[in-house]
Every structure is written in structure tokens, then in C-alpha cells.
């Protein structure tokens, strides 16, 4: 991980992200220590709302948990800020004017200088600025969504809203858990090691699909044809769209890493533009069915036994 911060700024990028829930916190202490020499010369980005352990009082969006998560966060990181502090996902059992008056005492305190969203719904956002508004407290700069080529619903409501109430968006998982580097094939069984050879429920459930997969092949075919890479063709469509910040990358090596880097010695045309649209149609998924457990559809809450 050092290796790869270290060629990170070296290369002019200084913006890195991570969560409190990531290995129960082992990667806030793994990018703490990485960046501690030059802690001022990087944006750091953390997180606050997943579960934390098996009880219910270490996760959501309380004032009481979003104190002490902050506390916990800042220890592990090795600082005395968070550059930008996301809300990692919606909790409907706490009112928003709670969460939003939180976030509002986290900056008076020094603690964030500024706060995000991830996972949260259009209409989630919307509720949120008027909240601000409301309570004089700064409205969040970034959106994190789940957004790729294989997955447009983002542009449907949440991409709008973003730019709406001048949001910046920086997606996550631009390469679709792995799918969109091409390493699955439709005639091949996945990796023991990789997501999909593990059976994961998430990508199972979204993008590993046959149409996932077929469309891949068709995207390789026309890279491989450019002479470019698939993680720069995720890449660059991504950043292609004028409402996209950023783009949030999750090398496991510093090879992964250094083809990230090269992705921007590409170009993206309209070629590669048309190319997607025919393949995956604006704000539709790649396949039906496109749903991540992890984050349900909540419309429709039947009278029938389920």
C-alpha cells in the first residue's frame, strides 16, 4: 500500500479514500501510517455508518455513533482531520436532522473540513441540502455512487440531483468488481480466489450475468482493436461524463495500480461513447434483475407473507 500512495503522489494524485469498515478499520491504520509524513499535502476521505461488530450500537447514522465513530477513525488514521467525511449509507432509523446536525458539529469542531454521501438515493439528497439549508449547516460536496459502464441507473436521478445541488460525483468500482478488466469469461469458470469463485452474493446478484459477460467481450474486442486497455477504457467513459469529479480506484497490487495510471495516455472518442450506448442503453443496467443486496429496493413492502 505504501508503494503504491508513494507512486500515487509522485504522480500528482493525492486524493485517498477508504472507510472505518474496511477490514474493521485495518485500512484507516494501513493509509494513516502511509501518508503521515505528508499528511497535509493529501485530501483524505473516510467514512461512518456500516456495522462495526455484531451489535447494534456501533453503526447508522445516530449522534451517538457518528461521534464516537469519528473519534475512532481519527485515532486509527493517525490525524487531526478528515478532509472529507462520508456518510457510507442511508440509516432510516435515524432522522436526517440528527445526522445533518452532527455533521455540522463534526466541522465547527475541525474534525472534517467536509462531508459526502454514498449510497444514498435521489430523493435522500434532495431531503439533505433542505436539511442544511434549514439548519445552517453546509450542504455535502460529493456523491459516491455505485456507477460504471455496466451499471447506468445513476444517471436516471442521482447523477441529476448531483449536479443539480452542485454536487461533485466520484464513483466507485469503475471496472465492476473485476468484470470489466475482462478477466471473466462467458465458456470459463471464475477463479477460486477471485469474487465471483467465491460465490459472493453482490457481484452475483449484479454483474456477474452472461449479458455482463458478452457485453465485456465486446468491449475488449474494440479496445484490443484501439490499442488500448479495458481499465482505461472504464476509465475514461467514466470521466467522459461531465457530472463525474472523480474516479474512485481499489488496486489489490501495484501492477493493478500502474495500469490505472496508464489508462490516462488514452483517449476516449465517440466512437468508444457510441460503442457503450449501444451495448448498455442510458440509465439502465447491463442485465435484468440488476440488484445489490447490500442495498435493496425498498418501493415495495407487500401485505403478503414474504
Known sequence: ??????????????????????????????????????????????????????????????????MQALEDSLMRLGTEWIDIWYLHLADHETPLEETVLTIGQAIQSGKIRYWGISNFQAWQIAELA?????????????????????????????????????????????LARGVLTGKYRVDQAPEPGSRAGRNDARIMSTEFREESLRITERLMKHTCERGTSMVAYALLWLLNNRNVTSVIAGPRTFEQWESYIAAFDADFTKEDEDLLNSLVPAGHPSTPGYNDPKYPITGRPVNTPT
Open 1 to 66: 500500500a505504501r508503494r503504491i500512495l508513494d507512486h500515487a503522489f509522485d504522480h500528482s494524485v493525492n486524493f485517498v479514500d477508504t472507510a472505518d469498515v474496511y477490514h474493521k478499520g485495518l485500512s484507516e491504520e494501513i493509509v494513516g501510517q502511509a501518508i503521515q509524513e505528508r499528511r497535509q499535502d493529501w485530501i483524505l476521505a473516510s467514512k461512518a455508518g456500516n456495522p462495526m461488530s455484531g451489535t447494534g450500537l456501533k453503526q447508522g447514522l445516530s449522534r451517538r455513533w457518528m
Open 130 to 174: 433542505r436539511q442544511c439549508d434549514l439548519l445552517s449547516v453546509p450542504r455535502p460536496i460529493v456523491c459516491q455512487p455505485y456507477y460504471n459502464a455496466l451499471n447506468r441507473m445513476p444517471e436516471v436521478e442521482i447523477l441529476p440531483a448531483c449536479e443539480y445541488y452542485g454536487i461533485g460525483v466520484v464513483p466507485y468500482s469503475p
